[in-house]
Nanobody
Framework: QVQLVESGGGLVQAGGSLRLSCAAS????????MGWFRQAPGKEREFVAA????????YYADSVKGRFTISRDNATNTVYLQMNSLKPEDTSVYYC?????????????????WGKGTLVTVSS
């Protein structure tokens, strides 16, 4: 069992930066791939980024590539999402997820655990 708690959301102006954190409980964190997803009002949840358990592989949605960076620290059971050059269309609730494979999470499948989300609002 893995419990996930996101933090770091807030209000930021367009062009600004935020870093989201996801703290995981459980001794098996390092064996899971981790991902970030987001859901804007009235829209479906979409993939943002994923990272393999070893951090050797990362995957990004085209809409965030070059602006967002996913990383993890297995010593502290934490995964991060550094978001730069934020745009109003990045406004969403951001969710952390754990699964077996980062490449399948990129396709929106294989997520086993979810956090409750953190709200990011980007003003124009």
């Amino acid at each position: 069992q893995v419990q996930l708690v996101e933090s770091g959301g807030g209000l930021v102006q367009a062009g600004g930066s935020l870093r989201l954190s996801c703290a995981a409980s459980g001794r098996t964190f390092s064996s899971y791939a981790m991902g970030w997803f987001r859901q804007a009002p009235g829209k479906e949840r979409e993939f943002v980024a994923a990272i393999s358990w070893s951090a050797r592989s990362t995957y990004y949605a085209d809409s965030v590539k070059g602006r967002f960076t996913i990383s993890r620290d297995n010593a502290t059971n934490t995964v991060y999402l550094q978001m730069n050059s934020l745009k109003p269309e990045d406004t969403s609730v951001y969710y952390c997820a754990a699964g077996q494979y980062a490449n399948t999470m990129m396709r929106g499948v294989g997520m086993e655990y979810w956090g409750k989300g953190t709200l990011v609002t980007v003003s124009s």
